[in-house]
């Protein structure tokens, strides 16, 4: 199970563009006699920490140490900020301007609908007066007390020398993340991750049609803006995780989408606390995922509290699943060992999925804690079944594999036998089905040389792909 840990010894510095966002609330009844538009009769006011500052916000909520570091204007909006960071316990290390406003953005609302938003601001970069030495320099002494750097990029300016940021983060080996904005990324070489939603990162890359260039696409900009890890998040397809030791999906957890507002914050605000508490990249992901899922269903920008994130955790039977690579594999499974927890792995065409494949997953999985299957590739699946096959493509069959509540991870290989992974992963327990012997199953071997155990299971009488393809030609004499 995934374990959601305590945060409070996660010390966390922001760096970005701090807003405020403001709502009048208001009835409507009427038509201005000035001009077409509705009267907003405005009885209520509500204010919420907006940009660097939600992101902060969310770190606080859930236990992490957090300063925020950022330009307000010497303004009531900017002393509004003050004092809200403040009382969510962020130390707020703010420099204020008189030259700019407290950037803030106004919304009229009615009956839950937006009706006119308006915009405060000015680019603190527009014309070079931007205190950047300043704040560079308190940059450097918050150092001396942090784990983890955020950096929130709006594209307002605060954040002109990102790279020298991140350049003295490096000097320290202090991991810095980046919400990203805008089409040059250049300017975040060297960050350990970056974390764009999908139209920002086809903004940079071209459009990715498949798993298989979203893939290619991410090892290329990983290697060439010289980061560790990306983590694209993809809406209503989760979030996939790239780095070096492998990729992962995590698929969505929200059950109703309710506004999208602020999620990205959630989600680098979670990933930096969880690294700064020790987690591991795929287990801080894990828990990003979660709080994506909790806050997507709020409405307007909103955090999670570490109760929400245990209790959402506590419907997750086994922390981050989904597509995996062999090496994000080998490193999940090396991890679940070492807690003593019992792996088990089967592997197979699944062209087309039926009731007897559900049955034989379910039984695999009850023999252990996670099950692993091993998916052949589409040219694989040719060799061994012939030129017509596979019916569905790999990325559409380990979609619905990955999809199943039995199973936890889906990794593809290329060989006519999974022999070789096998043998790298070495599951506690390597399950076949059909009337193999255990000595005939390929990578049995090896897996009983390291201590483990290979079981057959018989499959569910009356099904098999190849009976449902027959049907499906008109073939009336084929079996049931």
């Known amino acids: 199970m995934l374990t959601v840990p305590s945060f409070e010894n996660a010390r966390v510095l922001v760096v970005g563009d701090i807003m405020l966002d403001r709502y009048w609330h208001g009835d409507t009844g009427r038509i201005s006699p000035e001009a077409p538009v509705p009267v907003v009769r405005i009885a209520d006011e509500e204010r919420r920490l907006g940009g660097a500052a939600n992101v902060a916000l969310n770190l606080a909520r859930v236990g992490a140490q957090t300063r925020l570091l950022g330009v307000i204007g010497q303004d009531e909006p900017g002393e509004a900020t003050r004092a809200m960071l403040e009382d969510a316990g962020v130390v707020a290390d703010l420099i204020a301007s008189d030259s700019y406003p407290t950037i803030a953005k106004l919304r009229v609302m009615s009956r839950n609908q937006q009706l006119i938003r308006l915009d405060f601001e000015k680019s603190f970069a527009l014309d070079g007066a931007f205190e950047r030495e300043r704040l560079i320099e308190r940059y450097r002494a918050a150092l001396d007390d942090v784990d983890v750097v955020v950096c929130s990029d709006y594209g307002k300016g605060t954040l002109a020398d990102v790279d020298t940021i991140i350049a003295i983060a490096g000097e320290r080996h202090i991991p810095v993340l980046v919400d990203p904005k805008g089409a040059d990324w250049q300017r975040y070489a060297g960050a350990h991750l970056i974390t764009p939603n999908l139209h920002e990162f086809e903004m940079v890359?071209?459009?990715?049609?498949?798993?298989?260039?979203?893939?290619?696409?991410?090892?290329?900009?990983?290697?060439?803006?010289?980061?560790?890890?990306?983590?694209?998040?993809?809406?209503?397809?989760?979030?996939?995780?790239?780095?070096?030791?492998?990729?992962?999906?995590?698929?969505?957890?929200?059950?109703?989408?309710?506004?999208?507002?602020?999620?990205?914050?959630?989600?680098?605000?979670?990933?930096?606390?969880?690294?700064?508490?020790?987690?591991?990249?795929?287990?801080?992901?894990?828990?990003?995922?979660?709080?994506?899922?909790?806050?997507?269903?709020?409405?307007?920008?909103?955090?999670?509290?570490?109760?929400?994130?245990?209790?959402?955790?506590?419907?997750?039977?086994?922390?981050?699943?989904?597509?995996?690579?062999?090496?994000?594999?080998?490193?999940?499974?090396?991890?679940?060992?070492?807690?003593?927890?019992?792996?088990?792995?089967?592997?197979?065409?699944?062209?087309?999925?039926?009731?007897?494949?559900?049955?034989?997953?379910?039984?695999?999985?009850?023999?252990?804690?996670?099950?692993?299957?091993?998916?052949?590739?589409?040219?694989?699946?040719?060799?061994?079944?012939?030129?017509?096959?596979?019916?569905?493509?790999?990325?559409?069959?380990?979609?619905?594999?990955?999809?199943?509540s039995a199973v936890d991870w889906v990794v593809a290989f290329s060989e006519d036998t999974p022999e070789r992974l096998i043998c790298r992963i070495l599951p506690d327990v390597l399950v076949k089905g059909g009337d193999y012997t255990p000595e005939q199953i390929a990578g049995g071997q090896c897996v009983r040389d390291a201590g483990g155990e290979v079981r057959v299971l018989e499959f569910v009488d009356g099904y098999s792909t190849t009976s449902i393809i027959e049907r499906m030609n008109g073939d009336a004499a084929a079996p049931r």
């Open 205 to 404: 890359v071209g459009p990715v049609g498949d798993e298989a260039s979203l893939t290619r696409e991410a090892a290329a900009l990983r290697t060439r803006l010289d980061i560790d890890a990306l983590l694209v998040t993809r809406s209503e397809k989760g979030m996939s995780l790239f780095a070096h030791a492998g990729h992962l999906h995590l698929p969505a957890q929200a059950q109703e989408v309710f506004d999208v507002t602020g999620a990205g914050d959630t989600v680098i605000a979670l990933l930096a606390a969880g690294l700064g508490a020790g987690l591991a990249l795929a287990d801080a992901a894990a828990i990003a995922n979660l709080g994506a899922g909790i806050v997507v269903a709020k409405l307007g920008t909103a955090t999670v509290t570490p109760g929400e994130l245990k209790q959402a955790a506590h419907g997750q039977r086994n922390g981050p699943r989904g597509l995996v690579d062999e090496e994000a594999l080998a490193a999940i499974v090396a991890e679940r060992r070492a807690r003593g927890e019992r792996v088990v792995m089967t592997n197979g065409c699944f062209d087309l999925l039926h009731p007897g494949h559900i049955a034989y997953l379910e039984a695999a999985r009850a023999l252990g804690d996670y099950l692993v299957v091993a998916v052949n590739d589409d040219a694989s699946v040719r060799r061994l079944k012939g030129p017509s096959r596979p019916l569905n493509d790999l990325d559409h069959r380990m979609q619905v594999l990955r999809g199943l």
